[in-house]
């Protein structure tokens, strides 16, 4: 996987992620990644899933979560992100071919390699 951060979001159901969340972090290799956990919920917070998370990905670097509900502003997010202590690579600094999509929140750039699936190529294609 060729990114520095992911931001891993997911329902919370009673406090834990869905199983798939699980199972992609089982598959993954995210040494040396920063993942960023948040949750959507109108009620439930995050819990203990970011912690039963990162267990799953111990080699990472695991910021502090946070939940959003219907009403969180985008304003609300942009400072969420803002706050983030994220490094400051581009993705001039990544590796291979992959697509690279840059999303850029209130001043703040954001850097994702797209993987090799039907829906990544979709999305490049828009």
């Given at each position: 996987m060729k990114y520095f951060t992911?931001?891993?979001?997911?329902?919370i159901w009673h406090g834990q992620a869905p199983k798939i969340i699980s199972t992609f972090l089982e598959s993954g290799d995210f040494v040396g990644k920063t993942i960023v956990?948040?949750?959507?919920?109108?009620s439930s917070p995050i819990g203990s899933s970011a912690a039963n998370?990162?267990?799953?990905a111990p080699s990472s670097r695991w910021l502090d979560g946070r939940?959003?509900?219907?009403?969180?502003?985008?304003?609300?997010v942009a400072r969420w992100v803002n706050g983030l202590e994220l490094?400051?690579?581009?993705?001039n600094?990544?590796?291979g071919d992959d697509p690279i999509l840059?999303?850029?929140?209130?001043?703040?750039?954001?850097?994702?390699?797209l993987a090799d699936n039907s829906s990544a190529r979709a999305l490049a294609e828009l």
């Open positions: 992911l931001f891993l979001g997911y329902p956990p948040f949750c959507t919920s109108g998370l990162h267990a799953l939940r959003f509900s219907g009403s969180t502003s985008q304003n609300a490094t400051g690579k581009t993705a600094t990544t590796e840059n999303i850029t929140v209130n001043g703040t750039t954001l850097t994702a390699a």
